[in-house]
């Protein structure tokens, strides 16, 4: 699949749908309010699990950030949440990590489709359900590709994307110019920087992306003080 800088220029091909990664969900007020906060897990009526959420005590009726979380490979929709508990009372996200449908995300595996129509799905289920004012699309190493790539084609819809040690971003289309945050270790072993943040980044910005590029000493990981960096860039008055 070609990847940002590698013959995939942005344009809009005509009947975009799920297979070039297009979400038909957009933002708009709750059908109907609900009280459920804490964890709120999202399953199939047979007991699937599609995703968890972490919603923040209620105030006043003011609307929630939204965070849309992409786990890595092999890993769990509370694998992704975790990425930002620690900050999401303080900042009243309201945070929401599907499950794959196989053991990493679609795309990677063999073309934008399943997930793509799940995120559609889980996404429609918690904005018919709470307030929420803006949003964003994060992830994890194979999470973090797929939420740059999602996140890329879906600008119209998400703000920001949050990639924390990605491999590549192949978009298919794009649309809108959110801001991009990109982290990346300088030990990584898994995804090594050179080839995959360094190059990628000067890429994003080349065509015309306003991107933030944190490097730090450490692995194949996300240090919490990597997360609250990139919050505090998003939301510096809480």
Do not use: K
């Not at 059908?31 to 105030?59: C, I, K, N």
């Not at 979380?69 to 945070?95: F, I, K, N, T, Y």
């Not at 996404?123 to 890329?152: K, Q, R």
């Not at 990584?188 to 360094?198: F, H, T």
Request: proline share 11%; with cysteine.
């Amino acid at each position: 699949m070609p990847t940002i800088g590698e013959n995939a220029p942005p344009h809009r091909q005509p009947e975009e749908n799920s297979r070039h990664g297009r979400l038909t969900v957009r933002p708009g007020p709750p059908v109907a309010a609900s009280t459920r906060s804490g964890l709120v897990p999202f399953d199939e009526p047979a007991g699937e699990p599609l995703a968890l959420a972490y919603v923040p005590e209620p105030a006043d009726g003011r609307p929630y950030h939204l965070a849309l979380l992409l786990h890595g490979a092999g890993g769990s929709s509370r694998q992704a949440l975790d990425l930002m508990l620690p900050v999401a009372d303080e900042q009243r996200m309201l945070l929401v990590a599907p499950q794959s449908t196989a053991a990493t995300w679609d795309m990677i595996g063999f073309g934008f489709g399943p997930d793509v129509r799940r995120i559609d799905r889980v996404l429609l289920e918690v904005l018919a359900a709470y307030p929420v004012t803006d949003m964003l699309i994060g992830g994890f190493s194979d999470g973090a590709s797929y939420a740059l790539s999602i996140g890329l084609i879906n600008g119209d819809i998400f703000d920001t994307v949050l990639a924390f040690s990605p491999g590549f971003a192949a978009p298919l289309v794009t649309h809108g110019m959110p801001r991009v945050y990109v982290s990346h270790g300088t030990a990584d072993r898994v995804l090594p920087i050179d080839p995959c943040s360094r190059r990628l980044v000067p890429r994003l910005r080349a065509l015309g992306y306003d991107v933030t590029f944190d490097e730090f000493n450490g692995g194949h990981d996300v240090p919490e003080a990597i997360v609250r960096r990139a919050v505090d860039q998003l939301y510096p008055i809480a």
